[in-house]
């Protein structure tokens, strides 16, 4: 029983951390988006950048964490996977 409520409490963790993560990451990329309609780009162009520039800085990110000898599990799911 003991085992099953850490496992549970973990999962739940994991969960919040992405979905904080998730909230940020969409405030954000409606703010770069809205900023780009602004400086007269398309509605494609603004989202092709939040993707491109996000994907680039997912990769610095998760290998600066790899030479540095990792990060805890939970800002990982939340720069990785839900910003």
């Known amino acids: 029983m003991l085992i099953h409520s850490a496992k549970s409490k973990s999962?739940?963790?994991?969960?919040i951390m992405i979905a904080l993560g998730g909230a940020c990451g969409a405030?954000?990329?409606y703010g770069?988006?809205?900023g780009s309609q602004l400086?007269?780009?398309t509605y494609p162009l603004g989202t092709?950048?939040?993707?491109?520039?996000g994907s680039g800085l997912i990769g610095v990110v998760a290998a600066y964490w790899l030479l540095s000898g990792?990060?805890?599990?939970?800002?990982?799911?939340f720069f990785q996977t839900g910003l």
């Open 48 to 53: 092709l950048t939040v993707n491109v520039v």
């Open 11 to 15: 999962l739940m963790n994991n969960i």
């Open 39 to 41: 400086l007269g780009m």
């Open 70 to 77: 990792g990060v805890a599990s939970g800002a990982q799911l």
């Open 27 to 29: 405030v954000l990329r």
């Open 32 to 34: 770069v988006v809205s």
